[in-house]
């Protein structure tokens, strides 16, 4: 059974008045950074090659001495907009999570149409390209990772499924109030990296400080929070992306009268990487 759409905040652009205070949310620490939603501006888009009626907001990259395994960008297409080669670094998967419009995926041979909700895996190597055939903006999340590949693991195959088509899972004693769903399959050991959506009821809360090896993307679909990054308390809302290294205590408290969903992304199911 599928459950009813949900909505998922996207970006718009434009500028903020010169009436405006300067002062905002936006942090970068050693351990993590928030992007507010407010900072989403106009100038701070970026372009990319072979790319058409498209601007992207970059949330994060590899960094020295930061976050380093993923990046991730928020993708919009004005209508007709998209490319037939968006991908230049053949080593590099890539995760799709479509918050606004629909966005015509080709690869394989198939068209596939995502919708807002729509979430597609593309492994390294995969010829695809995208366009939006609407009449209106698409907005879509791009994460993007280097396949770490491991001898004796094939690499896992492309596939599109739906935030509405995957049962959250609850996680164990919380009645239900805080779910994941999971678009891979975690025992599945072919996956280098998890994109899932975690969903907090009002009120619900993680109730102790996750400190774990994994980075993390956050970004926030649906409703308000606290989040707990590393010692101090981050007021977040819909549109705010919050990026955290490994190792950075990490817990939250729902609030508001609406579900708190993010978009998380993390890096799995391989050895840390040593020197030399």
Same mark, same amino acid.
């Given at each position: 059974?599928?459950?009813?759409?949900?909505?998922?905040?996207?970006?718009?652009?434009?500028?903020?008045?010169?009436?405006?205070?300067?002062?905002?949310?936006?942090?970068?620490?050693?351990?993590?950074?928030?992007?507010?939603?407010?900072?989403?501006?106009? +100038?701070?888009?970026?372009?990319?090659?072979?790319?058409?009626?498209?601007?992207?907001?970059?949330?994060?990259?590899?960094?020295?001495?930061?976050a380093e395994t993923f990046s991730q960008y928020i993708a919009e297409l004005a209508p007709g907009g998209g490319s037939s080669r968006p991908e230049t670094d053949s080593r590099a998967e890539g995760s799709l999570f479509v918050v606004e419009g629909e966005a015509h995926l080709d690869f394989g041979g198939e068209t596939h149409c995502l919708k807002p909700g729509g979430f597609a895996y593309l492994p390294a190597g995969l010829d695809w390209g995208?366009?939006?055939?609407?009449?209106?903006?698409?907005?879509?999340?791009? +994460?993007?990772?280097?396949?770490?590949?491991?001898?004796?693991?094939?690499?896992?195959?492309?596939?599109?499924?739906?935030?509405?088509? +995957?049962?959250?899972?609850?996680?164990?004693?919380?009645?239900?109030?805080?779910?994941?769903?999971?678009?891979?399959?975690?025992?599945?050991?072919?996956?280098?990296?998890?994109?899932?959506?975690?969903?907090?009821?009002?009120?619900?809360?993680?109730?102790?400080?996750?400190?774990?090896?994994?980075?993390?993307?956050?970004?926030?679909?649906?409703?308000?929070?606290?989040?707990?990054?590393?010692?101090?308390?981050?007021?977040?809302?819909?549109?705010?992306?919050?990026?955290?290294?490994?190792?950075?205590?990490?817990?939250?408290?729902?609030?508001?009268?609406?579900?708190?969903?993010?978009?998380?992304?993390?890096?799995?199911?391989?050895?840390?990487?040593?020197?030399?």
């Amino acid at each position: 059974m599928t459950s009813p759409t949900p909505s998922y905040y996207a970006p718009t652009g434009g500028l903020p008045p010169q009436s405006q205070l300067v002062t905002d949310r936006a942090i970068f620490t050693e351990a993590y950074a928030v992007i507010p939603r407010g900072v989403m501006s106009d +100038i701070v888009t970026s372009a990319l090659p072979f790319w058409q009626g498209a601007r992207f907001w970059v949330l994060a990259r590899p960094l020295s001495g930061f976050a380093e395994t993923f990046s991730q960008y928020i993708a919009e297409l004005a209508p007709g907009g998209g490319s037939s080669r968006p991908e230049t670094d053949s080593r590099a998967e890539g995760s799709l999570f479509v918050v606004e419009g629909e966005a015509h995926l080709d690869f394989g041979g198939e068209t596939h149409c995502l919708k807002p909700g729509g979430f597609a895996y593309l492994p390294a190597g995969l010829d695809w390209g995208i366009r939006n055939q609407g009449d209106s903006p698409c907005r879509f999340h791009w +994460i993007r990772k280097r396949y770490v590949a491991v001898d004796g693991l094939e690499p896992p195959a492309a596939f599109v499924t739906s935030d509405q088509a +995957i049962p959250p899972a609850p996680m164990p004693d919380t009645e239900g109030r805080w779910a994941t769903t999971r678009f891979m399959d975690p025992a599945d050991m072919r996956h280098d990296m998890h994109v899932t959506i975690v969903t907090l009821q009002p009120g619900a809360c993680i109730p102790f400080a996750e400190t774990h090896v994994m980075e993390h993307g956050l970004y926030v679909l649906q409703g308000k929070g606290v989040y707990h990054l590393n010692q101090r308390w981050v007021e977040v809302e819909a549109g705010d992306f919050m990026w955290l290294r490994a190792f950075c205590p990490q817990a939250c408290y729902a609030g508001g009268p609406e579900p708190f969903r993010y978009l998380l992304y993390k890096d799995v199911n391989r050895h840390a990487a040593l020197p030399g």
